[in-house]
């Protein structure tokens, strides 16, 4: 038995325009990124530095987790702290 094949009718495609003119399709801008200084890149600008509100804030949340982690049993919450603290600081590149 043969098949038979159907055909949906096709619309009719946009004009292609040439590189470089202004009808071309352009592809979205990629976001902007900022680039961090570093070996890599020795040009690029480096990140503002954490207020201390900020860094506190990362770290009182890290300490959040890690009582969390634990259940938040009692009698750790120093331990927490430093170890968060260590966490961020190593994180954000500070000594």
């Given at each position: 038995m043969a098949s038979t094949l159907t055909r949906t009718p096709k619309t009719k495609a946009a004009?292609?325009?040439?590189?470089?003119?202004k009808t071309a399709a352009r592809a979205p801008?990629?976001?902007?990124?900022?680039a961090?200084?570093?070996?890599?890149n020795p040009e690029a600008?480096?990140?503002?530095?954490?207020?201390?509100?900020e860094r506190d804030r990362l770290i009182a949340q890290a300490a959040y987790f890690r009582a969390e982690k634990r259940g938040f049993v009692p009698g750790?919450?120093?331990q927490d702290w430093i170890e968060a603290e260590?966490?961020?600081?190593?994180?954000i590149g500070r000594p």
């Open positions: 004009p292609k325009a040439a590189w470089g003119s801008a990629a976001p902007a990124v900022r961090t200084a570093g070996k890599g600008q480096p990140d503002p530095a954490l207020s201390a509100q750790c919450e120093l260590a966490e961020v600081l190593r994180l």
